[in-house]
């Protein structure tokens, strides 16, 4: 924690706080035996419906 005076008024003073925080994660990511299906088509129409 710090303290300094404030600039903007010569009478407040200014207090700021930093904190850091440092982890580690693990995942598992499994795969199984059989593909998941097939993959989507995607399609744009460029007709309109009407």
Same mark, same amino acid.
Not at 1 to 22: I, K, L, N, T
């Given at each position: 924690?710090?303290?300094?005076?404030?600039?903007?008024?010569?009478?407040?003073?200014?207090?700021?706080?930093?904190? +850091?925080? +440092?982890?580690?994660?693990?995942? /598992?990511?499994? /795969?199984?035996?059989?593909?998941?299906?097939? =993959?989507?088509?995607?399609?744009? =129409?460029?007709?309109?419906?009407?």
């Amino acid at each position: 924690m710090r303290e300094s005076e404030c600039p903007s008024f010569g009478y407040a003073r200014d207090f700021s706080a930093e904190a +850091v925080f +440092v982890g580690t994660s693990i995942a /598992r990511f499994g /795969r199984s035996g059989r593909p998941a299906g097939p =993959r989507p088509l995607t399609i744009m =129409r460029l007709e309109r419906e009407g």
